[in-house]
């Protein structure tokens, strides 16, 4: 049987048209590497070189064989490298998930631009779904991370939670809102305010602390005619339908007034999920998120 081995001496022999020279680059006796070469033209059934005093000439067969066997090296070569950049989590597609309060902007965008750049051949296919959804989506692996805003209702088994940042809640309000003109307002003031968000009963995130926040200053946010569990809250805000509590990030992305909570407390974590058992690729991204937000 024809071994790699036989194929990378058989072409250095004939790229530098020495046995010796040959023997000299790959740092072996010219005598196991002739009796290699025989072993070669017996499989082959062929002569591969005309041996001569000076140096070895390629035979018909040997011209007809050293290309093929340069391809050969050339494509087990880059088989190789493959296997050693997706082994080392260099390469590959990675599946991330973000909520829809978690817009991939300022810290994240930045954190992912810098990854692209260090990882020239990964790709991220980005998706949207709730802490829930995404958390069921890595037990089951259909996604490898998943970004999202604390609190989660139900941990599951076998996922770590990497907190990334805190950012402070501030309340939205449309332009034309009345309490537009505030730059403070406490929670208890809100009590009669109409809420374009209200609390799902099987998802935690950004609704479920709003919930939690009012219900700290003793009383749960009325319900407006209108309201929405997604980003759409900010149009409804914006077109005057009632007020939400919102992380600052999404309020400064849009045309809304915010008004700061004197509340203590008032707070929104981001996480990244990611399964405990995760390949290479995954721990590489988690590690760099990691070090790009300073967590020990």
Known sequence: MISMKQLRYFVEIAEHGSFSVAAQRLFIAQSALSRQMKELENNLGTLLFERTARQPHLTPAGLAFLPRAKVILSDVDSAARLATSVGNGQRGTLRLSHA??????????????????????????????????????????????????????HQMNNIKLL???????????GSTHPLASRSSISLAELRDE??????????????????????RAGFAPKSAQVYSLKTTQSLLIQAGFGIALLPVSMVKATLLHAIDISDEGCESEVVLAHHERDSMLVETFVEHFREAFYVD
């Not at 631009?113 to 829930?132: A, P």
């Not at 402070?168 to 309000?173: E, L, T």
């Open 100 to 153: 829809s309060t978690v817009p991939l902007t300022g810290k994240l965008k930045d954190a992912l631009g810098l990854y692209l750049e260090r990882m020239k051949d990964v790709y991220i296919e980005v998706s949207e779904g709730s802490s829930e959804i995404q958390l069921m989506n890595l037990v089951d692996n259909r996604i490898d991370a998943g970004l999202f805003r604390l609190p989660v209702l």
């Open 163 to 173: 907190p990334l940042f805190s950012e402070k809640v501030v309340v939205a309000v």
């Open 194 to 215: 109409a809420f374009v968000s209200i609390a799902h009963p099987k998802r935690g995130g950004l609704s479920y602390l709003s919930f939690e926040l009012c219900a």
